[in-house]
């Protein structure tokens, strides 16, 4: 973490000695940015620590577990599939999940359907791509991440 506010700070820094008034526009537009998805980011931490404060660790490791075999590659591929949760909060979840017993393979297809198919966005898709497009490439995403959760149990 300290490295990465270095960064900022020197970028932030040199971006001064260029031009104030852009670099002050940026940081204006980095805290609306910021402040606009807030309220989802609450919402989501809110909703993951709840469900992870009311689910007994047994339940999750039961399902999602190393013993959990091909019912916790679905389970993972499909809640992965339809949740709609952002990547910032989606690897702190991966790592919780981790610690308590899920197992890389399962939580890497968790991972990967989560942010490569979206079956709740999928009529928003739809009306950019059509839904042949929309299909094809929420299928291959589905199957792709089953073949790198294959794959991670391989190596790991």
């Not at 020197?10 to 104030?20: E, H, K, M, Y």
């Not at 989802?40 to 993951?48: Q, S």
């Not at 660790?57 to 339809?82: M, N, W, Y």
């Amino acid at each position: 973490m300290k490295p990465l506010l270095l960064f900022t700070s020197v970028a932030i820094l040199t971006s001064f000695c260029f031009d104030r008034k852009k670099t002050w526009t940026g940081i204006r537009k980095g805290i609306k940015m910021f402040l606009g998805i807030l309220p989802d980011l609450l919402m989501v931490l809110v909703f993951a620590a709840v469900f992870l404060a009311i689910t007994p660790e047994t339940v999750i490791v039961h399902f999602l577990g190393r013993d959990s075999g091909a019912a916790g590659f679905a389970g993972a591929a499909i809640l992965g599939s339809v949740a709609l949760v952002p990547g910032f909060i989606a690897f702190p979840l991966a790592a919780v999940l981790h610690r308590s017993g899920v197992s890389l393979d399962v939580i890497a297809v968790f991972i990967t359907t989560l942010m490569m198919v979206g079956i709740i966005t999928l009529p928003v898709e739809k009306q950019y791509f059509g839904w042949k497009v929309a299909l094809y490439r929420n299928g291959l995403s589905f199957v792709g991440a089953i073949i790198v959760g294959l794959v991670m149990g391989l190596f790991l």
